[in-house]
């Protein structure tokens, strides 16, 4: 190969390089719930085009989400949390989707310190 091509095609593959890295994020985030069923419910919602990996953690209330952000924005993750009941410090989830919970998991309304369902 002549020089030039050579130094082409070593930009050309650095370039291509660099829009194949995907921006992957792990983002922290308060989930309001109680139990196995919120984690269940809340981390299920998070199987979406994206999200590589979710976990709730029942005690902590903390979310850990890795994902492309090249894919999904930090707000859409709430917005798909708030659509199956659950509130973050983003999103407020539709009083009519939070009255579908079972009693364990209404959050809002009820002391549940004992339930671990």
Known sequence: MKP???LFFIFFVSISAS???SKVV???IKVY???VMCK???EAALDYKGI???EWNTKTKQ???VYNADKISEQKIHELVASVGHDTDKAKAKEETYATLPFCCLYRDHDHK???H
């Open 52 to 54: 590589k990996k979710s």
């Open 114 to 116: 004992m339930s671990d």
């Open 33 to 35: 719930g109680n139990c």
């Open 63 to 65: 979310l850990q989400v």
């Open 26 to 28: 792990t983002a922290s």
């Open 40 to 42: 269940k419910r809340i």
């Open 19 to 21: 829009f194949a890295q």
């Open 4 to 6: 030039i091509s050579i």
